[in-house]
């Protein structure tokens, strides 16, 4: 998978280089690219942002910039997809990257989107800072991309930088071969709907709290049973809106084991 991130602040991306991702670069299985948005900017301020019209406090983000910027990054996206399908002799259109632009006005960010995000060959990030990005150039984008605007949730952080890196851990884990050990995305938190259960690990016995006994029992089933209903308590305890969109799957689990 490749990755194009967009940015006035390319430096705030660069703990992307580290652990499982940076392993996972060095890998082959993951490209990221930062682009600095003043890179395509061509007055002696490299200016970005300019204020907005009707009014209203901030500044917000200049198109031409952008276009520039996407243009450059798509034309590196589809340089690359063009020699796979050669490789592959394959003479199929490729499809629109997907243009993820960060924004608190936008769709909620789910486990479900980073499960459909990392099918994806290519993908890119457009972070906007100040008031946002001028709305025309989602319009012209939606040309050559499949246009995204998301939110990490209801909350506002000052650019898109730090949605991105927790949108681009999250997409990124998911891609085949970057966790060493595929079960483990399997049982956590989210997978099927649910919250996941509680974990322990030696002692059994610590500064008076016990690890549930079933834990210790060898029961297998009896272990599924308990961990299916700490998810239910922990779910509806937490989390009670997500027992509405559970896996129809767990929910079946957790009538027998409840
Ligand atoms: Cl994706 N961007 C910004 N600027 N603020 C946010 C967000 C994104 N998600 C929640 N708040």
Same mark, same amino acid.
């Given at each position: 998978?490749? @990755?194009?991130?967009?940015? @006035?602040?390319?430096?705030?991306?660069?703990?992307? #280089?580290?652990?499982?991702?940076?392993?996972?670069?060095?890998?082959?299985? +993951?490209?990221?690219?930062? *682009? %600095?948005? /003043?890179? $395509?900017?061509?007055?002696?301020?490299?200016?970005?942002?300019?204020?907005?019209?009707?009014?209203?406090?901030?500044?917000?983000?200049?198109?031409?910039?952008?276009? +520039?910027?996407?243009?450059?990054?798509?034309?590196?996206?589809?340089?690359? #997809?063009?020699?796979?399908?050669?490789? %592959?002799?394959?003479?199929?259109?490729? /499809?629109?990257?997907?243009?993820?632009?960060?924004?608190?006005?936008?769709?909620? $960010?789910?486990?479900?989107?980073?499960?459909?995000?990392?099918?994806?060959?290519?993908?890119? $990030?457009?972070?906007?800072?100040?008031?946002?990005?001028?709305?025309?150039?989602?319009?012209? !984008?939606?040309? !050559? $991309?499949?246009?995204?605007?998301?939110?990490?949730?209801?909350?506002?952080?000052?650019?898109?930088?730090?949605?991105?890196?927790?949108?681009?851990?999250? @997409?990124?884990?998911?891609?085949?071969?970057?966790?060493?050990?595929?079960?483990?995305?399997?049982?956590?938190?989210?997978?099927?709907?649910?919250?996941?259960?509680?974990?322990?690990?030696?002692?059994?016995?610590? /500064?008076?709290?016990?690890?549930?006994?079933?834990?210790?029992?060898?029961? *297998?089933?009896?272990?599924?049973?308990?961990?299916?209903?700490?998810?239910?308590?922990?779910?509806?305890?937490?989390?009670?809106?997500? +027992?509405?969109?559970?896996?129809?799957? !767990?929910?079946?689990? #957790?009538? /027998? !084991?409840?």
């Amino acid at each position: 998978m490749r @990755i194009d991130v967009v940015s @006035i602040f390319p430096e705030y991306l660069a703990p992307l #280089a580290l652990s499982l991702l940076g392993r996972a670069q060095e890998d082959g299985l +993951l490209t990221l690219a930062v *682009h %600095d948005l /003043r890179e $395509f900017t061509f007055d002696r301020h490299r200016t970005v942002d300019d204020t907005p019209y009707g009014g209203g406090a901030g500044m917000v983000m200049k198109a031409e910039p952008w276009a +520039l910027a996407l243009e450059a990054v798509l034309a590196e996206q589809t340089g690359e #997809a063009s020699a796979a399908n050669l490789h %592959d002799g394959a003479s199929v259109a490729p /499809r629109r990257p997907v243009l993820v632009v960060p924004s608190p006005a936008g769709a909620v $960010f789910t486990q479900a989107m980073a499960y459909e995000l990392a099918e994806e060959p290519t993908l890119a $990030f457009a972070c906007g800072r100040y008031e946002g990005i001028d709305e025309r150039v989602l319009e012209w !984008a939606s040309e !050559a $991309f499949d246009v995204r605007p998301v939110s990490l949730g209801d909350y506002v952080l000052n650019g898109g930088e730090v949605a991105v890196m927790a949108m681009v851990e999250a @997409i990124g884990r998911l891609v085949p071969g970057v966790v060493g050990n595929p079960e483990s995305l399997v049982e956590e938190s989210h997978s099927d709907g649910l919250l996941e259960y509680p974990v322990y690990t030696k002692p059994s016995s610590w /500064r008076g709290h016990e690890v549930p006994e079933v834990l210790l029992s060898g029961n *297998h089933g009896k272990i599924a049973t308990w961990r299916l209903e700490q998810q239910l308590r922990r779910t509806a305890a937490r989390r009670p809106e997500l +027992l509405d969109g559970a896996d129809a799957a !767990a929910y079946g689990k #957790a009538e /027998r !084991a409840v």
